[in-house]
């Protein structure tokens, strides 16, 4: 409420990860928590994977449903390279239609960081 107060940029976000029990953090699950970040007044989502344990096929996964759920607000992708499947990951979740991903200058990217926007930029650019 006071972020929508000051008429700043509310972005509701979804931690990204996985559970044993398959009725919890699933894509039903992911697609209810953005509509109710929408009914709560968010202006944009973001999926928060900070540890960088999302497989393609599970961002993909979460990205349809959030679009399906709300395709008018923008889905920005936050991954950290940790694992090495955040490149693979931001591409799976774009073709899923994920409108933005998080990146990080080369010097700064990998390891812990994000992957390389200068990467990334090439690799969309083709």
């Known amino acids: ?10 972005q509701g976000a979804i931690t990204f990860t996985t559970h044993e029990d398959p009725t ?4 039903k699950w992911v697609a209810e928590m953005a ?3 929408k009914r709560l007044g968010a202006h944009s989502l973001c999926i928060k994977d900070m540890s960088g ?3 393609p096929a599970m961002m993909r996964d979460w990205v349809a449903a ?29 073709e899923a239609g994920a409108d933005a991903i998080d990146c990080a200058i080369s010097t700064l990217s990998g390891r812990t960081g994000h992957p390389s926007m200068e990467v990334m930029s090439r690799v969309l650019e083709d």
């Open 1 to 10: 409420e006071a972020v929508l107060a000051a008429g700043a940029h509310y």
């Open 24 to 27: 919890l953090y699933n894509t």
């Open 35 to 37: 509509l109710h970040l």
């Open 53 to 55: 344990i999302s497989t």
């Open 66 to 94: 959030i679009k399906d759920a709300v395709p008018e607000l923008p889905l920005i992708i936050h991954s950290h390279y940790t694992t090495g499947f955040a490149p693979l990951t931001y591409l799976s979740a774009i």
